[in-house]
């Protein structure tokens, strides 16, 4: 079934013009809305010095395993009228996800909708995430290390962890984290600066903390054993 609905997906993507995900050319990447829509089949990576431009309208599908790897500058330029989307190729199948490391690079991600991924993450980075739209993914967004990273005006919804913290914090405001399993995951040492009423009418817990997780006597789960089980998923 699932190699059906892949090959249907395939075979449409062919048929009506759908583009490859394309390599850097002189250290840029565009995705233009005339080409869209794009299938990126395994994975790629936007090296240090390669930029990244998305036109707004743009939708990216994703086969099973591909993962979005961004090391350089990013620009993605959607709008309310025309947004950015990120789905899967297979809507029985979950993609990798976006992992954004971009260090010093400033990215900037607007009026983007990234729907059935396994994780998305921002680590060591500086950026803004503005009107950005998780749904349905298994965590929406784990973010480790990035103080100057902000989310704005942005909505989690379906997600089973919508918003971790593995290490530092997070800062978000105007921000909607509502209907997903777990809204808000703080591991230990962890913080959020943002408006804990945003976390709201989640099905197991608003806001959580590792330390809430205890199994026997006293003893908690410990990162390492959550990652372990969350890799087979």
């Known amino acids: 079934m699932k190699k059906s609905l892949l090959f249907l997906v395939l075979f449409f993507a062919f048929s009506f013009g759908v583009t490859p995900f394309p390599a850097a050319k002189h250290h ?85 909708r990234i729907e059935n991924s396994f994780r998305n993450t921002v680590i060591r980075s500086q950026g803004l995430f503005e009107n950005v739209t998780f749904v349905n993914n298994y965590y929406g967004l784990w973010v480790e290390n990035s103080p100057h990273f902000e989310l704005a005006s942005c909505e989690f919804v379906r997600n089973r962890f919508a918003l971790s ?48 997780e205890l199994i026997g006597k006293g003893r908690k789960i410990s990162k390492s054993v959550w990652q372990r089980i969350e890799s087979e998923f």
């Open 165 to 212: 913290v593995g290490v530092g914090n997070v800062r978000f405001r105007n921000t909607k984290i509502h209907n997903n399993v777990f809204g808000l995951y703080l591991y230990s040492g962890t913080s959020f600066d943002g408006d804990p009423k945003a976390v709201s009418n989640n099905l197991e817990a608003d806001i959580r903390r590792e330390s809430d």
């Open 28 to 112: 840029k990447v565009t995705l233009q809305a005339i080409a869209s829509p794009y299938l990126l089949e395994t994975g790629f990576v936007l090296s240090a010095d390669d930029t990244l431009e998305i036109e707004p309208g743009v939708e990216v599908f994703f086969s099973e395993y591909a993962k979005l790897y961004l090391r350089g500058m990013v620009r993605i330029a959607g709008t309310a009228q025309k947004p950015v989307s990120f789905l899967s190729a297979d809507s029985a199948e979950s993609w990798n996800g976006l992992y954004i490391s971009t260090g010093e690079n400033y990215f900037h991600v607007k009026h983007l």
